[in-house]
C-alpha cells in the first residue's frame, strides 16, 4: 500500500459529515460544519487527489448483487510468482480484496459467491492459478462488525 496522507481535524470532520449524507454539497458541508466553503472544497479535493476517498463501489453489499456467501482464503503461493498470480487474482471477479500477510501463508483474499456450489467453484479457479500452491478456506457465518472507519475519524475529529 503507497503511503497516504495523514488527515487532520477538518478532513476528519468532513469525511463524519459525509458519511452521514453522501449527497451534501460543498455549500451544504460548509453551513454544517460551519467552515468557509473554499476550505471545504479544498480538502475535498486533497483528499480525492490523494487517494483517500475510494469508490463508491466500495460501500456496495456484494448481497445485494447475489452474492451471499462470504469466505476468506488464504493462498500459499510459489515464491518468484507473486505478480503473476496477482494478475490473476485481480481478473476474478468474485475476489473482492487480497493482503499480503505473514504466517502460514502468503496472501489472504476475500472472496464473494452466490452459494456454496459456487464457492466451489470459485475455490477451484483459485488453486488454478498457475503460482497456487495450496488454498484454505474459512467461509464466514455472520458479519459481527462490519468495515468502519468512523470511530477513528471521531477521535480524530474531537
Known amino acids: 500500500m503507497s503511503a497516504v496522507r495523514r488527515l487532520d481535524p477538518i478532513d476528519a470532520r468532513i469525511l463524519l459529515a459525509l458519511d452521514e449524507d453522501p449527497r451534501a454539497t460543498v455549500l451544504g458541508l460548509s453551513r454544517l460544519l460551519n467552515l468557509a466553503r473554499g476550505t471545504v472544497q479544498t480538502h475535498l479535493e486533497r483528499l480525492e487527489s490523494d487517494g483517500v476517498l475510494h469508490r463508491f463501489s466500495r460501500r456496495l453489499a456484494p448481497a445485494a448483487l447475489g452474492f451471499s456467501v462470504s469466505a476468506f482464503v488464504m493462498i500459499e503461493i510459489h515464491q518468484g510468482q507473486q505478480d503473476d498470480t496477482l494478475l490473476q487474482l ?27 456450489d459456487d464457492l466451489y467453484r470459485v475455490g477451484q479457479s483459485l488453486l488454478a492459478i498457475p503460482g497456487v500452491v495450496r488454498t484454505r478456506t474459512s467461509l464466514a457465518m455472520r458479519e459481527l462488525v462490519p468495515y468502519r472507519i468512523d470511530p477513528l475519524l471521531t477521535g480524530l475529529a474531537d
Do not use: F, S, Y
Request: aromatic share 0%; with cysteine.
Open 90 to 116: 485481480r481478473a476474478t471477479p468474485e475476489v473482492l480484496e487480497v493482503h499480503g500477510i505473514t504466517g502460514d501463508g502468503d496472501l489472504m483474499c476475500r472472496v464473494v459467491a452466490r452459494d456454496a
